[in-house]
């Protein structure tokens, strides 16, 4: 069949020949589809191709199927080739003959078209395609449905590309038109959803803009928004009568939550008249929810519109739980949740219960339940809508929490039949998951004797009938949630109850939701019994659960799997004797594991979990070696013939990444002298790996420099009396810091380097050719440009400053960058650039620290080095967002490195106050003050300093640092009395000019003005 292309569309590339290529397109042959797309290609660079798929895509005649096809072909050249099409005329006929489809009569067309504009407006418009936006609002003028329809599709891409500079032209045209659709009746809920929908991007844009223009929302904004709103309120109170009524609603009640967040205070009053109104909804809606959901078997999941969105009352209630949860995290109003908190846990905990339709999927893939019952889970439903608001609530409102939660629950529990009746069990199950999810909130007041809960009761009450109901969900829900609150079971009777039920649960055949709520219940008892006395109520158990445990893993995949692995690793610490009588076994099966799911990284980082924790088991350190050892340096020579799984090199060097990572684990976990098997043989497979690896093997460079460190730093003489094919231990170490340093190699290949030069400079002393090393140090940081890298350089001679000052600053004065510069030059302006990035606990304290030993030898001499220059750029996070401030887009200011290294330390000064006041606020503070008025929240600017502290990864705390005496500083002794002898040099009022207000402040805690009088006194 053949399409003719439309009167004003001419083409001297035949519509004839376009046509049958896309149905043959269309074909379930797959060779005939491939073929047209073939000969489609090689039509694509004529000069009429665009325009014969327009003409195709507007002609009303065509079938449906084939007008979508070109429109899917023209997008797809919108997208590729639009901005470097040569053919001008082509493009103009394009745009000038595209518009009208957005009229069309089938609304499928209609957003076809209305893609194919989006797509070549991002790249023409503003600037070559000018009177596109006058031309979508005479579209609009109509009052046409269909072309309002399409011309919104289109609006709603644009509006997210509209510029600062554009706002002040389109919004004062384009607001009162789409406020006049919105409420307009006439038009569908689609059209006016997606009305709102532009409005929530300008919302963002022009709030973005206040920041810098202060008028932008008063002049912008402010004068439509009551109106707005009034209209959105009602429009949510309104009477659903076909489904798309409840995407209008939820676009509805979404943007009023975009609204509280960003203008809460001029949202009080309509806060205020909202409130009711989505309370109505959301109670109301409850009871109708478990019949037609809940307790429905037949009942099919909610449609979605064109764009992919639910439609029904499921996202409805997503958006009033976002509403609420924006509602609290704002004092201004908390006082109105609080007072209705009560209920809205009551109508919370019933949205909880577990719908049939859901139940029946979790039935047929148990790794779903898991998924989907998890707090981080992606999948929104109801019910996790649910669980992630009264997570918020908790946080939030704490005391007032817990008491309403603990009358939500007697509300259900006095009101609900018996447990074993029809669908009963599902309330009860609820009461249990929102006791499982406030667990940690729940125990603190009940610990602080804030609350009143009588455990004792809700365990006769609930807990215990339900253990013994044949309702897999809800028993494996109350042995999770009872062995979170282990400690305040009633009597020896309930915890031998339970113990009992979570011993019989971890048997094969059990039904999966069971087996999954004993795993967790494990994993939550083993958290809550700390103390070594505590642990002695698992002891006996600890003989059924391990066993147990080892045999289900060994039947589990994915997610199963790794719960399973998880209750391993933290039981194993209760009874490290029953593993430790069957290490070899358990550790053969635990590497079996590791290769079997080689290609799963989630669930090999689980089983690394575990080998770590039997590595801290004397008793099993000798299996590891015999029984895992070999396996994973069979992988590291060969990782294709151990993995059969893997696929590409990549998966191979992530494998060998994960197994140098627990090799490393194993050496540093065993005391000295190292056994042979990890000098002689896992040494040497290190080595000969990182060495060889190639230019983009950062991951390997940094794990295998890692398992070297570990080796030198708990058998130093082991491997220096090493010799492997002729080359001792040394040189081949000095190979691979060659290797790491090796300026061609990638940056991030370098990222431990500085720690393994610094373990070998404190390991061999005088017996290094350390000058040759410093100069591959300092070469290597003249490359590199992350901050991290940077630092990790920057340390090695900044441990040397600290132990020799005169004798490093020396060397360095008397070596070069590749680029001439000298050394000592360049390694302080690179150090003062980025101390303020610094992060970790001990590299800022020994950096600090060494800052102060430089201040004073600047300052005490009339060094050529106190007149270097360096940026003083200030970085700071302004409403999440990095900025520089003004100064600095103009070019930076330099000041002198005595000033810069001055205001580094009164900052760290200040950062380490913080911390302190921040440890002295760290008890839980409950919600007095949440009753006041909540006043303008003036921006925040956190400085870079204070972020890099923020993000330090504290936990990598590295091995061979802490036997240094740095540690011991108290640095903030150490800078307090540091800046109060520095306020008495002559120099101080000088160094003091440069100062920020922020530091100022800080100076003033020490009781020491920024403008101490003048001394003669010398300070060194």
């Not at 109801?382 to 918020?392: F, H, N, P």
């Not at 979170?484 to 094969?508: D, F, G, M, V, W």
């Not at 300092?778 to 005169?806: A, G, R």
């Amino acid at each position: 069949q053949h399409y003719y292309i439309t009167n004003n569309l001419s083409s001297s590339m035949s519509v004839e020949q376009i046509a049958p290529l896309i149905s043959q397109a269309l074909s379930a042959n797959k060779s005939e589809q491939d073929a047209a797309q073939e000969q489609l290609n090689v039509f694509k660079p004529h000069p009429d191709y665009a325009t014969s798929l327009l003409s195709i895509l507007l002609r009303q005649d065509a079938p449906l199927s084939v007008r979508q096809m070109a429109g899917v072909l023209l997008k797809q050249f919108a997208d590729s080739s639009w901005q470097d099409c040569p053919h001008t005329a082509t493009k103009e006929v394009v745009k000038n003959n595209i518009l009208p489809g957005l009229g069309d009569s089938l609304s499928k067309i209609r957003s076809s078209v209305a893609a194919v504009v989006s797509e070549i407006a991002c790249v023409d418009f503003p600037d070559n395609w000018t009177g596109l936006f006058d031309q979508l609002l005479s579209m609009m003028g109509t009052g046409d449905p269909n072309q309002v329809h399409g011309v919104m599709k289109v609006l709603s891409e644009l509006a997210s590309d509209i510029t600062d500079s554009q706002v002040y032209t389109v919004a004062p045209v384009l607001f009162p038109r789409l406020i006049q659709l919105f409420q307009t009746e006439t038009f569908g809920p689609a059209t006016r959803a997606r009305v709102l929908s532009i409005f929530g991007v300008f919302t963002t844009l022009i709030s973005h803009m206040d920041t810098v223009d202060h008028a932008a929302n008063e002049n912008l904004l402010f004068p439509i928004l009551p109106g707005l709103v009034d209209t959105t309120i009602s429009l949510i109170g309104a009477t659903v009568s076909v489904r798309q009524d409840y995407k209008l609603q939820t676009e509805c009640v979404n943007f009023l939550s975009k609204l509280v967040q960003t203008f809460p205070k001029q949202m009080g009053d309509k806060v205020s008249s909202a409130l009711p109104v989505l309370w109505t909804l959301l109670t109301k809606n409850a009871e109708n929810h478990i019949t037609t959901v809940v307790n429905n078997p037949d009942y099919v999941e909610d449609d979605v519109d064109s764009d992919g969105s639910e439609m029904g009352f499921g996202s409805l209630v997503q958006a009033i739980f976002e509403f609420i949860q924006a509602l609290t995290e704002r004092k201004k109003y908390k006082a109105m949740i609080r007072k209705v908190l009560p209920d809205v846990l009551f109508y919370l905990i019933t949205y909880l219960s577990i719908p049939e339709y859901q139940m029946e999927l979790w039935n047929e893939d148990p790794e779903k339940y898991v998924e989907d019952d998890d707090e981080d889970s992606m999948n929104y439903t109801v019910r996790t809508g649910a669980m992630e608001l009264l997570m918020d609530l908790a946080t939030e409102l704490k005391t007032s929490y817990v008491e309403a939660l603990m009358n939500a629950i007697t509300r259900h529990i006095s009101s609900c039949g018996n447990i074993a009746e029809g669908y009963n069990w599902k309330l009860y199950e609820a009461c249990a998951t929102a006791m499982n999810i406030s667990g940690d909130v729940v125990e603190e007041c009940l610990e602080a004797k804030k609350v009143d809960f009588n455990f004792g009761a809700f365990y006769n009450t609930v807990v215990l009938p339900g253990l013994n109901v044949d309702k897999p969900y809800l028993r494996g829900r109350l042995i999770w949630m009872t062995g979170s609150y282990i400690k305040r079971l009633p009597s020896e009777e309930s915890l031998n109850t339970l113990l009992e039920h979570t011993c019989s649960a971890l048997k094969p055949g059990t039904p999966a939701a069971v087996m999954i709520g004993a795993m967790k219940g494990v994993y939550a008892m083993c958290a809550e019994l700390t103390e070594p006395e505590e642990k002695l109520v698992l002891h006996k158990s600890m003989e059924l659960i391990i066993p147990s445990l080892f045999d289900l893993a060994g039947n589990m995949e994915g997610d199963l799997l790794m719960l399973c692995l998880d209750a391993l690793r933290v039981s194993v610490g209760f009874r490290p004797d029953i593993v430790a009588v069957e290490a070899d076994k358990v550790n053969t099966f635990l590497v079996e594991l590791f290769v079997k799911h080689a290609s799963d990284t989630f669930v090999v980082s689980q089983v690394n979990d575990v080998l770590i924790t039997l590595a801290e088991i004397p008793e099993c350190r000798g299996s590891i070696q015999n029984n895992v050892v070999p396996v994973l340096l069979q992988i590291l020579r060969s990782p294709t013939a151990t993995s059969p799984k893997k696929q590409s090199e990549e998966d191979e060097e992530d494998m060998r990444t994960e197994v140098l990572d627990l090799l490393t684990t194993f050496i540093r976990k065993t005391p000295p002298p190292l056994p042979d098997v990890y000098i002689k043989e896992v040494f040497p497979a290190a080595m000969a790996l990182t060495i060889g690896c190639v230019k983009d093997s950062t991951a390997i460079l940094q794990s295998g420099g890692e398992c070297v460190r570990a080796c030198l730093a708990l058998g130093f003489q082991q491997v220096t009396a090493l010799t492997i094919n002729g080359i001792t231990g040394m040189e081949y170490t000095m190979q691979l810091i060659a290797k790491m340093l090796d300026p061609e190699m990638s940056e991030y290949g370098a990222l431990y380097s500085g720690r393994l030069v610094s373990s070998l400079i404190k390991h061999a002393g005088a017996a290094l050719n350390i000058n040759q090393i410093l100069q591959a140090v300092l070469n290597k940081l003249t490359k590199c440009e992350s901050p991290t890298i940077q630092q990790s350089l920057l340390v090695v001679f900044i441990k040397l400053f600290n132990h020799d000052l005169e004798g490093s600053m020396s060397f360095l004065q008397s070596i070069n960058t590749p680029t001439g510069e000298n050394g000592l030059v360049f390694v302080l302006k690179s150090w003062c650039e980025i101390q303020e990035m610094f992060t970790g606990e001990y590299e800022t304290k020994v950096a600090v620290i060494a800052l102060t030993k430089f201040l004073p030898h600047l300052l005490a001499q009339d060094s050529p080095l106190s007149h270097i220059m360096v940026s003083d750029e200030e970085i700071s996070l302004e409403g999440g967002r990095i900025t520089r401030s003004t100064k600095a887009q103009q070019g930076p200011t330099m000041i002198p490195i005595t000033v810069k290294i001055f205001k580094i330390l009164v900052q760290e000064f200040g950062n380490v106050l913080e911390e302190l006041e921040a440890e002295r606020n760290g008890d839980i503070s409950d919600e007095e003050d949440d009753e006041e008025e909540e006043e303008d929240v003036e921006t925040q600017f956190v400085s870079i300093a204070q972020l890099a502290h923020m993000l330090g990864d504290d936990d990598d705390e590295d091995e061979d640092t802490k036997d240094d005496p740095l540690n011991e500083v108290d640095l903030h002794s150490h800078l307090q009395q540091f800046l109060t002898q520095l306020s008495t040099h002559n120099t101080y009022n000088q160094l003091c000019l440069a100062l920020t207000e922020n530091e100022r402040t800080v100076l003033s805690s020490l009781q020491v003005s920024a403008e101490q009088n003048n001394s003669n006194m010398r300070f060194g």
